[in-house]
């Protein structure tokens, strides 16, 4: 069983930080790349930003400048530093893993935590 587990969420005023954590755990080969994703009320579940292990890293164009995302593949940990948040931030915000079960097994993208919440608001 693989289990992705988030934390860090929270309610922040608008310019402030948040730092979320996503760890994983279970019975895996390795991982591949890791990933935040949010989905707002309403609203499609977009990519926020992503790192492969080799730490490579992709933002959405909407935080660049703005968030930070880290890994600790030894860990299976991702962060996610989100400075001068805005109220459009405000989403429920999901970690990714891809990752292989086993050595010969094919990356699988399916595993996803059950999310955090952030709310920006004054």
């Known amino acids: 069983q693989v289990q992705l587990v988030e934390s860090g969420g929270d309610l922040v005023q608008p310019g402030g930080s948040l730092r979320l954590s996503c760890a994983a755990s279970?019975?895996?080969?390795?991982?591949?790349?890791m990933a935040w994703y949010r989905q707002a009320p309403g609203k499609q579940r977009e990519l926020v930003a992503s790192?492969?292990?080799?730490?490579?890293?992709n933002y959405a164009d909407s935080v660049k400048g703005r968030f930070t995302i880290s890994g600790d593949f030894a860990k299976n940990t991702v962060y996610l530093q989100m400075n001068s948040l805005k109220p459009e931030d405000t989403a429920v915000y999901y970690c990714?893993?891809?990752?292989?079960?086993?050595?010969?097994?094919?990356?699988?993208?399916?595993?996803w935590g059950q999310g955090t919440q952030v709310t920006v608001s004054s």
């Open positions: 990714n893993a891809v990752l292989k079960l086993y050595s010969w097994s094919l990356p699988n993208a399916g595993y």
């Open positions: 279970g019975s895996f080969f390795s991982i591949l790349n």
């Open positions: 790192i492969t292990s080799r730490g490579t890293t």
